[in-house]
């Protein structure tokens, strides 16, 4: 049977679970030593490193590396702490905490910008992950390997037994084969709900290739509205932060006036019954305008992917942007991140086209004859300017259509570019 690595499409299944009592006592143990698990690695790390810079090492000190050494990896590990032994604990949870380690530090040597790995805190929330086993007499399906689907409202996973399971997951059990399972996440979020996520893949598209539609658009992302695409779209920004914002601001007090008295009168918060249950309440309605932030994004981005071949967009500068106070707002609201992502992950599902240009002079810039605002003495447009006139060819522009006309361009020379690079 191929790996996981060796297929070639992917598909990412989240659903929610409903464990009893007991399976949310294993969940938690193999939650927090998943967490000790990593945070083992990132002290023997430092003791490592620490060790290694002693110029004149004694003998004590080189036993010391070589024990911390062999202790990296997850069956010396188990061995040499005996609440890892537990026969709760799940042995994948523990080698995939290490790869997770593992996994930290190549992305801080990709973008240094993450940071080393650090201690994980403890959380509300709750997550491990597993992995799912094949054997010979496995097929190549979701119903026979050690995670499984029971029927279609029953799955299986190892050390927790059957489960209850609910959500969009159907769609997909409808096919028998071809389908392999790979990591598999367990999660409580902070309103204790618990979920599963499932990495899967296929030789064969999990979704239909959308038909050509001969369409090319750019998009221009903007704090007045969403977007504006270079057809002259245009697509309001939504409004729920503001909305719920009030609601969420008067739980929050309340909240923060249940700490303080547990607080006064010497409670633990973990312990303080009322406290935690207004933390779900706010927890909930975090979590619904994240729901809703998604919702929109998701219709945004489908509708795109829809109606056209070939997408080009800016790629972000918020760092830089979130400087200014009144903008950044509108941007953490609008989620223009997660919008891009979702956009690159449904254009390589739906055989489409993403790409994305530098943002430089993409609005400055006059889409008719090429003439930059700020040179030969113009003045550059301000945030303010949402209409101008090109001091040159006395082309009438709006601000937001130009750009998204001006990356379409930048996105088409990228392209261009690219195939003449590969032909040569
Ligand atoms: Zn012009």
């Given at each position: 049977m191929k790996k996981i690595c060796d297929l070639a499409y992917y598909y990412g299944l989240k659903m929610r679970i409903y464990p009893s009592t007991q399976q949310k006592q294993i969940i938690k143990v193999n939650s927090d030593i998943s967490r000790t698990v990593y945070n083992k690695m990132v002290a023997i790390d430092k003791e490592l490193y620490r060790l290694k810079?002693?110029?004149?090492?004694?003998d004590t000190v080189v036993d010391r590396i070589s024990e911390l050494e062999s202790r990296k990896n997850a069956r010396n590990m188990a061995n040499h702490y005996?609440?890892?032994?537990?026969?709760?604990?799940?042995?994948d949870m523990m080698a995939n905490a290490i790869k997770n380690y593992k996994n930290a530090w190549k992305l801080f040597r990709q973008v240094h910008k993450v940071g080393t790995p650090n201690f994980h805190k403890k959380s509300y929330r709750e997550n491990y992950q597993t992995s799912t086993h094949y054997t010979k007499k496995h097929n190549m399906d979701m119903f026979s390997a050690s995670v499984r689907f029971l029927d279609n409202k029953h799955l299986n996973l190892p050390k927790l037994g059957r489960i209850r399971v609910s959500g969009s997951y159907r769609r997909i059990l409808d096919?028998?084969?071809d389908i392999r399972i790979g990591t598999v996440t367990i999660s409580k979020d902070v309103a204790d709900r618990y979920f599963v996520s499932m990495q899967l893949a296929s030789d064969t598209p999990f979704v239909q290739t959308k038909a050509k539609t001969n369409s090319k658009v750019g998009v221009d992302l903007n704090t007045e509205n969403f977007l504006t695409d270079s057809n002259g779209n245009q697509v309001a920004n939504p409004r729920y932060y503001r909305t719920i914002k009030g609601k969420l601001a008067k739980q929050q007090c309340k909240l923060s006036r249940r700490q303080r008295r547990a607080i006064a009168e010497g409670r633990s918060l973990r312990e303080a019954k009322n406290y935690q249950k207004q933390r779900r309440v706010v927890a909930r309605l975090h979590d619904k305008i994240r729901n809703q932030r998604n919702n929109f994004l998701n219709l945004v981005s489908t509708a795109l992917i829809n109606n056209h071949d070939l997408v080009v967009a800016e790629n972000l500068r918020s760092s830089n942007m979130l400087k200014n106070h009144a903008l950044a707002m509108s941007i953490s609201d609008v989620g223009w991140r997660t919008f891009l992502q979702k956009m690159e992950y449904k254009s390589a599902l739906y055989g489409r086209s993403f790409i994305t240009v530098s943002p430089k002079n993409t609005t400055q810039t006059?889409?008719?004859?090429k003439f930059t605002m700020g040179t030969k003495g113009t003045e550059k447009l301000t945030l303010k300017d949402r209409e101008w006139t090109c001091p040159n060819c006395g082309t009438f522009h709006i601000r937001d259509i130009n750009a998204s006309k001006n990356i379409l361009e930048k996105g088409l020379e990228k392209l261009a570019k690219e195939k003449e690079k590969s032909l040569a």
């Open positions: 810079q002693v110029k004149l090492p004694l005996q609440y890892m032994q537990d026969k709760r604990v799940d042995s096919r028998k084969t006059c889409n008719n004859c």
